[in-house]
């Protein structure tokens, strides 16, 4: 069913009538949510370099032509974000650069890096140091390469996409299925807070929505690691002509994303990408990140909503409007978690709510975010703010 998916060790599948069950959703199947939320952040885009030629992308550049930033730029933009009072340095690149980016390789060893990941973790650090809490999304990663960085991120993440193969990943170099899946898993296997989410109208069909979404929801249920699935609509650009998926079509898929995934995932839509106001009926609760500060590189032409448009997509659908943290309180351990903590604790713990997981004793925050998030500073003080006002009216 997943193409690609036991070549790279992911024994996974899912039932034909679940996916039939999942087709046959509407957005008259789910309601509203209780509250929205959002991250304020930065956009970091470490390197334009990616072996993949993704026929909708603007992001990647060609050998010859990407860039790479310096631990200096880094810093910077670092500064002005903590200075914006955002918590999240998003690091975006393209997938792991192939051997034909010559002059990426070269500028990492002269710096003193064997790989983009080892870059990656020292900018990452970087980071923690002026204040922001980083979430890395490095696309498809072996075992190695995510334990490379990940006790320096809050959470991680990688957009499935799609399970299906379709001619938008077209080419020599293109995106797998089952590497995307691999990933995802490994996320699992490492205790690493995980975003996902599936990418709309590059050619999958309504079964193809059903059978990724399915697929989360079945890693999730493995490793209870997924926090946030976005539902992200293709849109035209200078490489991509075909059109963007119609609001009767998102609004399905998003009721869909609502319905197969179990209440303490985030279902997300990008409000400069997908008519948010339109979609919250159908069971979105967060907007994402959002920079005050940057643009978004993944999709330069789209700009970012300012603060006061987030609060007018809330009170229109009437619903309070909160700011959260790149990784969901309950990936927290309990004695950072607020008091009004009401969530199923992804180690174990009980909420006010009395639900129980029954995975215990997991250790999703490593002791340098855990260190970040309780210091005694302007930094630490910006998260615990973040955490008690979460979801309140701003």
């Not at 490994?186 to 996902?196: C, K, M, N």
């Not at 079964?207 to 999730?220: K, V």
């Not at 309180?329 to 006010?352: I, K, N, S, W």
Request: hydrophobic share 35%.
């Amino acid at each position: 069913m997943f193409p690609g998916a036991s070549e790279y060790g992911v024994d996974l599948t899912v039932e034909e009538t679940a996916v039939d069950d999942l087709c046959a959703v509407t957005p008259d199947d789910v309601d509203a949510p209780p509250e929205l939320t959002f991250a304020r952040n930065v956009f970091i885009p470490l390197t334009t370099a990616c072996r993949y030629t993704c026929t909708y992308c603007t992001y990647f550049d060609a050998p010859g032509q990407a860039s790479l930033l310096s631990l200096e730029e880094v810093r910077d933009i670092c500064k002005r974000g903590a200075d914006a009072g955002c918590t999240e340095a998003l690091f975006t690149f393209g997938d792991d650069p192939d051997e034909r980016y010559t002059e990426i390789h070269e500028q990492l060893s002269e710096w003193g890096y064997d790989s983009i990941h080892t870059y990656l973790r020292a900018a990452c650090e970087v980071a923690l140091e002026e204040g922001l809490l980083p979430h890395a999304n490095p696309g498809d990663q072996t075992r190695e390469q995510m334990e490379t960085v990940a006790d320096v991120n809050a959470s991680m993440g990688v957009m499935l996409e799609t399970t299906a193969e379709v001619d938008a990943h077209a080419g020599p170099r293109q995106k797998e299925p089952g590497q995307r899946l691999r990933t995802i898993q490994t996320a699992g296997e490492l205790d690493v807070a995980f975003t996902t989410g599936i990418l709309v109208g590059i050619g999958e069909t309504w079964r193809d929505r059903a059978e990724s979404l399915l697929a989360i929801r079945e890693m999730h249920e493995r490793y209870d690691h997924v926090q946030e699935v976005i539902v992200q609509p293709v849109v035209d650009n200078e490489r991509w002509s075909d059109g963007s998926p119609a609001l009767e079509a998102m609004r399905r898929v998003t009721a869909m994303a609502r319905v197969a995934l179990p209440e303490e995932i985030s279902v997300q839509v990008p409000p400069n990408l997908a008519p948010a106001r339109e979609l919250i009926d159908c069971g979105v609760d967060d907007l994402g990140g959002v920079s005050p500060v940057t643009d978004d590189h993944i999709n330069p032409d789209y700009k970012w909503p300012a603060l006061r448009e987030l609060e007018e997509i809330a009170a229109s659908a009437a619903l309070p409007l909160g700011e959260r943290l790149p990784v969901y309180e309950r990936f927290l351990p309990d004695d950072l978690r607020t008091d009004a903590f009401d969530g199923v604790a992804a180690d174990g713990t009980v909420g006010a709510s009395g639900n129980r997981n029954p995975n215990a004793d997991r250790e999703w925050i490593s002791p340098t975010i855990r260190d970040a998030l309780a210091a005694d500073d302007e930094a630490g003080e910006r998260y615990r703010s973040v955490l008690e006002q979460s979801a309140l009216p701003l």
